[in-house]
């Protein structure tokens, strides 16, 4: 079942910082997709024991969903939303 | 101490004494260490999905961490189904697998599978042990992340060369986790005192947070009316007047109006899940929302809520309580009505009056309601049964009852009794189970005259899987494919098999003498119940639909039941 809170199509970044786990990047992929968005860009670069991903994401359902979802993973260490816009259509 | 003797230390350290396993290759270090632990009671099921789900209703039944342990490969990839059903219901396990060797990890080897990959939706948490000297420190964190929170399941895949590997780092310290904060509580005060008609709205976050009875002392002292979700139930204990029941797709007349009219509603340890809301459009369209959660990621995830109160329920509860205790709530008018609505459209079975009347799930679950003690615990499977078991069985305390609320996984209830059954052998532990669902998991009767544990099991048989039917029946058209069960086995004769004595009842009469024997029988027993096989649950909401869509039993002429509208 989808929200009933669906909005247009937006465009997100988010800047994600993890521990450096097993499968640490594979768990923020999925849940990314899980929870209805579609990820456009993604850099990764790895400090130490920590990971910095910056995520440019684009979905229809409240980012704050998707943003509370990854805090939960155990390896994530914090999530921070640097921007959002309404995306641009896939066809333009 | 080498790995395997790390992690029996570890489970000794945190009183965990019981574990549910299978051994197999690359677990076989854990459970060469097992023979010289006299205090670890494992017990060993016949499948391994018997050994999650049991886990799983050890925790369920008992609020304490259930554990299970396989080998890799199949071993772990039969656990998949009792790990979604434990993650799926926020119950706390510890999974323990082996994997092949470290060198061997991504060579295919025999027996491999890359079960971290597999089930990373799944887990609150998984890990893939790559040095040994990780061990001890990773058991710790698990142990404590699977309980801490909003619990779950845990995974730890663990290399049979770390098993076997000496480790010379030491068991961490243990930390306690600091008091929870309790939030401020003055603006949901003010909403509680401003609303005409509030409602309570509990699930089964009350009972993983342990707080039963403070939950209970709220919902005394507020008055408020309140409904349940399926994991909520027995929640508000056995004879609460203000208590209206489950809500939903088969909840009560009653509740789904009291949802529907309320100005407020207050949900508690609640995930507004689908089956309970319904159509979320048409869901409780006049109030506002006050979400009281462990989790901050259901807070807003379906509905918006107009004022959230994260942090430990126990805290928060107490405040309100005390808060209300000093100026009560002026609700008398809508408790009232909520009362009227609970009499004439709350769940009714009345009793057959005649004798040699085929026997109906909901007359059978009122009957056992009322024959078994407070203390009882049903364990449910999945189906038609396990909502006349929801509908019509009054819980005296919510771990009292175990269902597979989220996942719905057939075959849960057998081994999820075994489970509860370990967790407390002198407690009435029964099954209720249908045809279609005992034979998911039959093997387990070995399990139950292994131990000889005291397990009761009821198995309501109508020869279909009824709850496909039923919507096969009412949503497409009447057109039944592939529901048909005729050919079930004897399962009397099968439960003797198995060196298990069981009844065959059939008609009303004998219910009662049924379930008096098997209850007062010294050992495990299985009563087989055959039920009509056109009987159905009622009322009904089609799936996607409002709860306002309820559909009712259609009028019979001699009704068995009333389901007063």
Not at chain 2, 479 to 506: G, T, W
Request: hydrophobic share 40%.
């Amino acid at each position: 079942m989808k929200p009933n809170h669906e909005s247009a199509s937006q465009r997100y970044t988010l800047n994600c910082r993890m521990n450096q786990e097993a499968a640490a990047l594979e768990r923020l992929c999925r849940v990314v997709r899980v929870r209805g968005f579609r990820i456009s860009r993604m850099a990764m670069e790895s400090t130490g024991d920590t990971l910095d991903i910056a995520l440019t994401l684009e979905g229809s359902r409240p980012v704050a969903m998707l943003q509370s979802q990854l805090e939960k993973l155990h390896s994530v260490a914090g999530v921070e939303l640097v921007s959002d816009t309404m995306a641009r259509s896939r066809s333009a | 101490m080498n790995g395997s003797q790390h992690i029996l230390a570890a489970f000794h350290r945190h009183n965990i004494s019981t574990v549910f396993g299978y051994p197999g290759g690359c677990i076989m270090p854990l459970y060469d260490a097992l023979v010289d632990d006299v205090g670890m009671e494992h017990v060993l099921c016949r499948h391994e999905q018997a050994c999650a789900l049991a886990a799983d209703g050890y925790a369920r039944a008992s609020g304490q961490l259930g554990v299970c342990i396989a080998t890799s490969g199949p071993g772990a990839t039969n656990l998949i189904t009792g790990v979604a059903n434990a993650y799926m219901d926020s119950i706390p396990l510890l999974v323990i697998t082996g994997q092949v060797p470290s060198g061997l990890i991504g060579t295919d080897a025999f027996q491999e599978t890359d079960i971290l990959g597999m089930t990373l939706g799944i887990v609150k948490h998984s890990y893939l042990v790559d040095d040994p000297e990780d061990l001890p420190g990773i058991l710790e964190e698990a142990i404590d992340l699977a309980q801490a929170g909003r619990p779950g399941p845990v995974w730890i895949d663990i290399p049979k060369d770390i098993l076997l590997s000496e480790i010379e780092a030491p068991a961490p310290a243990r930390t306690e986790a600091p008091p929870a904060d309790c939030p401020e509580i003055g603006p949901a005060l003010a909403m509680l005192k401003s609303a005409r008609r509030p409602l309570l709205y509990s699930g089964g976050g009350v009972s993983l947070a342990g707080a039963e009875d403070r939950f209970r002392t709220f919902a005394e002292v507020s008055g408020l009316p309140g409904v349940v979700t399926l994991k909520g139930i027995g929640n508000a204990g056995r004879n609460n007047p203000n208590d209206l029941g489950m809500l939903g797709m088969h909840g009560s007349r009653a509740a789904n109006k009291a949802v529907d009219e309320c100005d407020l509603l207050f949900v508690i340890g609640a995930r507004l899940d689908d089956r309970a809301t319904g159509k979320l459009d048409g869901f409780a369209p006049n109030a506002r929302m006050i979400h009281i959660d462990a989790d901050a990621a259901e807070i807003n995830k379906l509905r918006p809520a107009d004022l959230s109160l994260r942090g430990d329920l126990n805290a928060i509860l107490a405040a309100l309580t005390d808060a209300i205790a000093a100026e009560p709530l002026a609700i008398d008018a809508w408790q009232k009505q909520c009362r009227t609505w609970h009499t004439t459209g709350g769940f009714r079975a009345a009793d057959n009056e005649e004798p040699l009347a085929p026997i109906t799930g909901p007359a059978f679950i009122r009957q056992l309601s009322g024959i078994t003690g407070d203390d009882t615990v049903i364990a449910c499977d999945v189906g038609q049964h396990q909502m006349w078991v929801a509908q019509y069985y009054q819980f005296a305390h919510p771990r009292h009852h175990l269902t597979s609320g989220g996942l719905g996984t057939m075959g849960f209830g057998l081994p999820a009794a075994i489970g509860a059954q370990f967790s407390d052998r002198t407690r009435t532990v029964i099954n209720v189970t249908g045809d279609g669902s005992f034979m998911m998991n039959a093997q387990e009767l070995a399990t139950i005259r292994r131990y000889n544990l005291p397990l009761k099991l009821i198995i309501l048989d109508n020869q279909c899987l009824g709850m496909v039917r039923q919507q096969q029946e009412l949503f497409y058209n009447n057109r039944e494919s592939q529901i048909d069960l005729d050919d079930n086995p004897d399962f009397v004769a099968m439960a003797r098999a198995f060196d298990i004595p069981a009844l065959h009842i059939e008609r009303t009469d004998q219910i009662r003498r049924g379930i008096e024997t098997i209850l007062a029988y010294n050992g495990p027993m299985l009563l087989h119940v055959a039920i009509s096989r056109e009987e159905n649950v009622w009322p009904i909401v089609k799936a996607g639909a409002s709860n306002k869509e309820m559909i009712d039993e259609p009028r019979k002429t001699n009704s068995r039941k009333e389901q007063v509208a």
